[in-house]
């Protein structure tokens, strides 16, 4: 599967963005689905990942209550929606999938099967 990573931009502190991330190939609804992000100087931080139907979520504690995390398995898209951003979410934003129907979420991003580009999130104070 390839992925696709969009959405990202500039805004303020407290404002919102949307990211979306499509997968191609027929297969999308048997995979977890994750958002990672990596600052500069920083390493590739766990954001939020969800199950192949949706069922299961998890959240970074630095984003839980912020961020959510949805899917359309027809039309094969993931989706970050972020609100109340700060500027300590400025990173590349990077969708990841995990192969297989797990109800408990991945956390390594070493563990996920396949890797989207990023998506450049700036917030500024």
């Known amino acids: 599967v390839q992925l696709q990573a969009s959405g990202g931009g500039l805004v303020q502190a407290g404002g919102s963005l949307r990211l979306s991330c499509y997968a191609s190939?027929?297969?999308?609804?048997?995979?977890?689905m994750a958002w990672f992000r990596q600052a500069p100087g920083q390493g590739r931080e766990f954001v939020a990942a969800l199950s192949w139907n949706g069922g299961s979520t998890l959240y970074a504690e630095s984003v839980k209550g912020r961020f959510t995390i949805s899917r359309n398995n027809a039309k094969n898209l993931v989706y970050l929606q972020m609100n109340s951003l700060k500027p300590e979410d400025t990173a590349v934003y990077s969708c990841?999938?995990?192969?297989?129907?797990?109800?408990?979420?991945?956390?390594?991003?070493?563990?996920?099967?396949?890797w989207g580009q990023g998506t450049q999130v700036t917030v500024s104070s």
């Open positions: 190939g027929r297969t999308f609804n048997s995979f977890a």
């Open positions: 990841a999938a995990y192969r297989g129907y797990i109800t408990t979420m991945v956390v390594h991003w070493d563990d996920y099967d396949f």
